[in-house]
């Protein structure tokens, strides 16, 4: 897992963050569902593969509780990179959060002697369905089902008895500002960067008018370096304020960025002075020479004339 994933997971693991995501996409921008209804639901396992375990790790899950009922399993995935096996991954990562739903019901049974024995479940002990968001930073088309992946029979009868595997792609760089503005946690600020419509004359101009405050200034100013490429966000004093509003941070990184133009004008106006000084020295040794060569000039043209008197007695 790189850098940019470790940050953008960081950031969405924040139960506001995570709940103005699902109520910007799901609920286009209805605030329905409230960070206070969702807690972590750990589903991270370990498969067998070549004799090894290897662990299937899910960035973000949460368990959406209304009125202390369980009412869907929200998953969050962020994908930086083109990984064509995505769609593979999430169809075991939402395995897993079912899997984990039935060994709760087969625990709950155990503990109060309503074993299911073969059916191993009870036909009133329903699952809580699972939703997973790719949130996709990348601009690249990639596949959003399994069957892309995969090279089909051509044999029809074959074929509807393939099942497919669609995953909710969320790709952000095509977001218009109009979705991203739906958006009310600091990821705003993220969506808004990675709208196609935004020109990076717009984001600047953006960030110097929002008054929107940063709740989770780190994890979002190192979002926004991996997403931008800038390094400036890291280096910004994060306990000068608890939460800066976004005009105040790009008034940073503009002060920043003022700054270090300014030092490397000023490291060029001192490069220049050498370099013009070190070639006022060099003219002045050359002048030197040239003098030197014009008195050897002289006294060679005075011994020449001094021959030719004595030739001429």
């Known amino acids: 897992m790189g850098q940019p994933d470790l940050a953008v997971n960081s950031l969405t693991s924040h139960a506001d963050v995570f709940a103005d995501i699902i109520n910007a996409i799901i609920y286009e921008g209805r605030t329905v569902l409230n960070e206070t209804c969702l807690k972590p639901f750990y589903v991270n396992s370990a498969v067998s593969k070549q004799g090894k375990l290897k662990g299937l790790y899910r ?18 995935e962020n994908q930086y990179v083109d990984d064509l096996t995505t769609p593979f991954k999430i169809m075991g990562y939402d395995f897993t959060a079912y899997d984990k739903q039935i060994e709760e019901f087969m625990r709950h049974n155990k503990q109060n002697g309503r074993d299911a024995y073969v059916q191993q479940l009870h036909f009133d002990q329903k699952l809580k369905p699972v939703v997973t968001l790719v949130l996709y930073y990348g601009t690249k088309n990639i596949p959003d089902n399994i069957c892309a992946l995969m090279e089909m029979p051509e044999d029809t009868c074959v074929k509807r008895y393939i099942q497919n595997y669609h995953l909710n792609v969320i790709r952000l760089h095509t977001l218009t500002p109009a979705q991203a503005a739906l958006f009310q946690s600091d990821f705003a600020h993220i969506a808004k960067f990675l709208a196609k419509s935004y020109n990076k004359k717009e984001q600047i101009e953006y960030l110097m008018n929002s008054k929107q405050t940063v709740v989770h200034t780190k994890d979002t100013l190192y979002t926004l370096s991996a997403i931008t490429g800038e390094p400036r966000y890291l280096t910004i004093n994060e306990t000068r304020k608890e939460k800066p509003a976004m005009c105040e941070v790009a008034e940073a990184i503009f002060q920043m960025g003022y700054n270090e133009r300014n030092n490397e004008i000023a490291k060029m106006d001192t490069i220049i002075k050498e370099k013009e000084a070190a070639l006022a020295e060099k003219d002045a040794q050359i002048a030197k020479k040239e003098a030197a060569l014009a008195e050897k000039d002289a006294q060679i043209a005075f011994l020449m004339e001094q021959l030719k008197l004595k030739s001429d007695f």
Request: aromatic fraction near 12%; glycine fraction near 12%; proline fraction near 0%.
């Open 59 to 76: 960035d973000t899950c949460m368990e959406d509780t209304r009125n202390g009922i369980r009412y869907v399993i929200w998953g969050i």
